[in-house]
């Protein structure tokens, strides 16, 4: 062995880890200190610019709301069998709020409630079919927000043509924000044609193929529609990217106000059909600090988003009728999902 | 004999040490703590017996999925369709598990996961038949049934298989029956007892028997195998029917192991790790072993890792890359070490993809 | 070809237009939607395929398409957003696609790593690093490539829209499908190229620097991937987000095997595929079968498997001899 090239070897070796002590003395220890709020995604990120985003951001909210201090940490989910194991990396770790985002935690987050009656916990778009003291299922009506979408975009299309590009028909609140949508343009608008596609793939992509996305936002434009809903992680947003290149045309985003969280799209967002996640997550934070939690299903807010740039275009006349539409969703006289 | 033993591990050993190195790089460029997410990672994996079960929880399909790839490189075809053949083996699984009750265990679950298998063979023997017969790439056509699949277990957990139990609305099946499921001795899943046997069958078969000599006489000249009188057709399309088998029967034993059902979405992935996994031991059925614990070991320690360093878990594909292309490329890390070159090394496979 | 094959190929451009029109006079918007979808879809794929062809043509197997297709549209993004230029973004994703190029030739040619497994490390490792650097706060401030009008060529009907009225990076793919063409059966490059995938051994003994020219061709054809990367963020989306290639690359795989390794006929393999998976949109679109997506989105891929073992039975597709293969010098 020449020992120029072992002396090279030791050498390396020996940076590596000097380097590698030299910052391990910050011994991370996740929430430790002070009230401690976890939050577990699906599988998704916390900067995936849709809901897992969203949530995040209500739980550092929740946490900088409370009076007390509070630290707010996250493990992103990368399979869902590690559910049950995430959740409990946050028990071990002695937190007092732990938020789980998505349907697809639901049975895992019950099961550590049931086990663990003292800590908090909070399931977005998780129902809860028999209430557990120390959960609450953050719920939303989509098809509402769908609904006034739909009834604001009927007003305004001028070939009469509508369209959404969605996710998957295997996640209920797509389907809802799907009908709502459809029902509320034929609600301001008889004549109108709603034209809607879903993700012919997978679960896997259907929430991350903005070039599937695009293409389809395109070939919705190429036949007439001036108005499209991008609702579906990623995919959607390939949506409205597309439409913001095309003159004239509008698109309407979803979950938040995806006037922040898309800025390629400012020329044509025109507003969103928005679930309000992150209000509903710090109020449920708040409420877990102060004690005054119910278990159960807990109803947040949906809405839509400013219009911003398209105030001028959305008329009195229009903005009376969404008036009437929202008048009429709250008090139940429409429904935004018949059948 | 221990002196070949060593130089064997050397360099897979190596490999794994200079991945890791250089994933420390990329912690520290995001200003955390190397020895931090490597301490959390190992203990996410090993540290107790729950993270040991869920290692070898990881490591069972990745297992299955290497073989299945493995096994088809030795008759010098290219599989990537495990993760289409895992997918129909593990909702076929799914639905004898909890469709049929009233069995006593000893046939219901062998029945659930010959479903599995079955399926399994029959996803990848379309490909090999239509290799045998017309001559279609068994490349295109895994990657067309790895879409189909997908959507045709989608459409059955979200549709005539759905779970109705309360009001359930997630895309999956009812739960097995007991009678159905596999169950886990301490920290061991009987799981991964049963992908040791049949890795070590895979082994038995392709070195031992007949059947395995003309598979790899296939794999190592097509047409000398045929001039020799091997039914050349008839062992690329069975070489393709069993590699979908090992496959279906990984996700046989994920749904009636470890999830207990099947659920759309939840096995994404893991056929196409077996690709590396494949890649990692070299094609050996044995190999796939060790390559699977290491890989099912970071998985399981991901979490934690990003739960106490705040190191984001994609981190162990970058290392995953490091380390398949230091196993792959043994001159580099000869070259540091100082070893002798052992031209047994050096491996082909992608010597089968030029062959139709 | 020969003069059977080619009387088929008239064949059946001749009732692709007759069938193309008679649509067109019936719904005019709806088929030239479907029509204009079919283009997009397809050049991505080309593009790939284009870079597996040529480094398959000299006998190194490219499976790391994927991850190629996926760093290089991370890189054309971040350089865009960072310089506010679709350009120097565009020349950083065929940079990167180079440099990934590159790092193929020097693990599958320099270091005789096995062909698949160095593409398999360049798709494991492009995944983990984009994901690793992802930062959601970048974004294309100026908007993404927009469609460019030929002149009077754009006011055709039908054929206007859907070839005349593109984005850049779609002519210059266009264009690069003839460059690519000459280059592979009409240039000496281009059948040196073809000798050393066949017969490295005797390529080399008239001269052929086999190693050297296959190291040339695999880091070219990177770029041709790059330029897919660039597309597909800069282009067909704009912006950049996780595993947005969405298994493209594989498929390109399957469109230039299924296109025998030509331009031309990777193309309509491209075409065709870009083709179904519009009309299973449009199906979709106009409600027409009531059936569930996922059963129409298995259209393109059941299609392409009929086709591909039905034009089995009409040829054979003959890989390159020396495919996959190390070359040891004498």
Not at chain 2, 179 to 199: D, E, H, Q
Not at chain 3, 63 to 76: D, R, T, V
Not at chain 3, 212 to 223: C, D, E, M, P, S
Not at chain 3, 246 to 273: K, N, S
Request: net charge negative.
């Amino acid at each position: 062995m020449a020992p120029k090239r072992r002396h090279l070897l030791a050498l390396l070796m020996v940076l590596g880890l000097v380097t590698a002590a030299a910052c391990g003395s910050d011994d991370g220890g996740g929430v430790s200190g002070g009230y401690s709020i976890g939050l577990v995604t699906d599988t998704g990120k916390v900067d995936d610019k849709s809901f897992n985003q969203s949530a995040w951001e209500g739980a550092q909210q929740g946490a900088a709301d409370i009076p007390a201090s509070a630290t707010a940490s996250y493990i992103e989910t990368e399979e869902s069998k590690d559910y049950a194991n995430n959740i409990q990396l946050f028990l071990d770790d002695g937190a007092k709020v732990i938020v789980t985002v998505g349907f697809g935690l639901g049975e895992a987050t019950i099961e550590a409630a049931k086990a663990n009656p003292d800590v908090m916990f909070i399931g977005v778009d998780q129902w809860q079919d028999d209430a557990l003291p120390n959960l609450a299922g953050l719920m939303f009506p989509e098809a509402t927000a769908g609904f006034m979408a739909g009834a604001l975009a009927g007003m305004l299309t001028e070939t009469d043509i509508v369209g959404a590009v969605l996710g998957t028909d295997l996640v209920p609140p797509v389907v809802f924000f799907k009908e709502g949508w459809e029902n509320g343009a034929r609600y301001t608008n008889p004549d109108v044609q709603t034209i809607s596609t879903y993700h012919p793939g997978g679960l896997d992509v259907a929430f991350g193929d903005p070039e599937w996305g695009a293409t389809t936002a395109r070939q919705a434009l190429d036949q007439g529609a001036d108005i499209i809903f991008g609702a579906g992680g990623a995919t959607g947003n390939g949506a409205l990217i597309e439409v913001a290149g095309e003159a004239g045309a509008l698109c309407v985003g979803v979950d938040s106000d995806q006037w922040f969280t898309v800025p390629e799209a400012h020329p044509c967002l025109v507003t969103s059909a928005m679930k309000l996640i992150d209000v509903g997550v710090a109020e449920l934070i708040g409420q877990a600090y102060a004690g005054t939690m119910q278990g159960g299903n807990f109803f947040g807010e949906v809405g839509l988003a400013p219009f911003h740039d398209f105030d001028g275009i959305v008329t009195d006349e229009m903005r009376a009728t969404l008036d009437d539409v929202m008048a009429g969703l709250a008090d139940g006289s429409i429904n935004p999902m018949p059948e | 004999m221990s002196r070949s033993l060593l130089r064997t591990v050397a360099t897979p050993l190596a490999a794994v040490v200079f991945g890791l190195l250089i994933g420390a790089v990329l912690i520290l460029s995001q200003n955390a703590s190397p020895i931090t997410a490597y301490s959390a990672l190992v203990v996410g994996g090993l540290g107790d017996a729950d993270s040991l079960l869920r290692t070898l929880q990881k490591a069972t399909p990745l297992i299955f999925g290497g073989l299945a790839v493995a096994f088809a490189f030795k008759a010098g075809m290219f599989n990537i369709g495990g993760q289409g053949q895992l997918l129909v083996g593990a909702v076929f699984a799914a639905g004898v598990g909890f469709g049929v009750d009233g069995l006593p265990m000893v046939v219901h679950l062998p029945a659930a996961l010959v479903a599995g298998a079955l399926a399994g063979a029959v996803w990848g023997g379309i490909a090999g038949a239509l290799k045998a017969t017309t001559g279609a790439h068994e490349v295109i056509v895994t990657i067309m049934l790895n879409f189909v699949a997908g959507n045709l277990t989608d459409w059955l957990s979200a549709n005539p298989w759905k779970d109705n139990s309360g009001n359930n609305i997630v895309a999956r099946t009812p739960l097995v029956e007991d009678s159905a499921t596999i169950p886990t001795l301490g920290a061991v899943p009987v799981g991964f007892v049963l992908a040791l046997v049949v890795a070590a069958a895979c082994w038995f078969v392709l070195e031992r028997t007949t059947y395995g000599f003309e598979v790899r006489s296939v794999g190592h000249n097509r047409n000398a195998a045929q001039y020799s009188g091997i039914k050349v057709g008839w062992i690329m399309a069975s070489t393709m029917a069993v590699a979908g088998m090992l496959a279906g029967l990984g996700g046989a034993v994920e749904s009636l192991g470890v999830d207990g059902r099947f659920e759309a979405g939840v096995n994404v992935g893991l056929g196409f790790e077996g690709i590396t996994i494949a890649l990692l031991a070299r094609a050996n059925p044995l190999g796939v072993i060790p390559a699977a614990l290491l890989v099912g070991l970071m998985e399981a320690g991901a979490s934690r890792m990003q739960f106490k360093a705040g190191v984001a878990p994609e981190l162990i594909d970058v290392i995953q890359a490091l380390i398949l292309f230091f196993v792959a490329a043994p001159i580099i890390i000869r070259w540091v070490l100082r070893m002798r070159a052992d031209n047994s090394e050096q491996l082909q496979l992608g010597a089968g993809w030029g062959r139709s | 070809m020969t003069t059977r094959q080619k009387q088929m190929l008239y064949v059946g451009a001749t009732l692709i237009v007759v069938i193309a029109w008679t649509f067109y006079t019936a719904d005019g918007p709806q088929t030239t939607a479907v029509l204009a979808g079919t283009v997009r879809a397809a050049t991505l794929l080309v593009l790939g395929a284009m870079c597996g062809m040529i480094g398959e043509r000299s006998g190194v197997v490219n499976i790391g398409i994927e991850g190629q297709f996926l760093l290089s549209a991370f890189a054309a993004f971040t350089i865009a957003s960072m310089t506010g230029s679709l350009f120097l973004g565009t020349v950083a994703g065929v940079g990167m696609g180079l440099i990934m190029g590159w790092m193929l030739a020097a693990m599958a040619v320099g270091l005789k790593v096995d062909q698949i497994i160095a593409g398999t490390v360049l798709n494991i490792a492009a995944l983990g690093l984009t994901s690793f650097f992802y930062d959601r706060s970048r974004s294309l401030g100026m908007g993404k490539y927009t469609n460019i009008d030929l002149g009077p060529l754009a006011d055709i009907p039908l054929v206007g829209t859907v070839f005349f009225s593109r984005p850049p990076l779609t002519y210059l793919t266009m264009v690069l499908l003839v460059v690519v063409h000459v280059a592979l059966f009409r240039s000496v490059w281009g059948m040196r190229t073809r000798a050393i995938g066949e017969h490295p051994g005797a390529a080399d003994t008239v001269g052929i620097d086999v190693l050297k020219l296959r190291y040339f061709n695999v880091t070219i054809a990177g770029g041709l991937a790059g330029l897919g990367g660039s597309y597909l963020a800069l282009e067909a989306v704009g912006t950049f987000s996780r595993a947005m290639s969405g298994g493209r690359g594989f498929l390109a795989l399957a469109v230039m095997i299924f296109g025998r390794r030509t331009p031309f006929g990777a193309y309509a393999a491209a075409l065709f595929f870009g083709f179904t998976t519009a009309l299973q949109n449009q199906f979709q679109l106009n409600s027409t079968f009531d059936i569930p997506p996922q059963f129409v989105g298995m259209l393109p891929f059941v299609v392409t498997i009929i086709v591909v073992a039905l034009s089995g039975l009409i040829g054979s597709m003959r890989d390159p001899a020396a495919l996959g293969q190390v070359y040891e010098k004498g």
